[in-house]
């Protein structure tokens, strides 16, 4: 029983430890690639101007990126244009 429950502990908190690696990029991303890695998750980018807007990634093309649910606009969603992102931030754990 002991065994059976040590395995588990381990097991979890391994697999939580693989689901707190952050974005991997190989030397041919681009940010829309990166950005449609991922569509339907939660990401905060900066843009140039340095405002930062937080959503969930919709949809996104080579020139433009969709955020529903923006943070700090109830009922809104963003067009962004690719070439606005400076930086793209996402939650790892």
């Not at 059976?4 to 990029?25: D, E, H, K, M, R």
Request: proline share 2%.
């Amino acid at each position: 029983m002991r065994r059976v429950l040590v395995i588990a502990v381990l097991s979890v908190a391994l697999s939580a430890q693989a689901n707190a690696q952050g974005p991997a990029v190989s030397a041919t991303d681009t940010t829309h690639t990166v950005v449609a890695a991922h569509k339907g998750k939660r990401v905060t980018l900066r843009l140039r101007s340095g405002q930062e807007v937080s959503g969930t990634v919709r949809s996104s093309s080579e020139k433009l990126v969709v955020l529903e649910a923006v943070s700090g606009r109830e009922f809104f969603d963003a067009v962004i244009p690719v070439d606005a992102i400076e930086a793209i931030f996402v939650r790892t754990k």
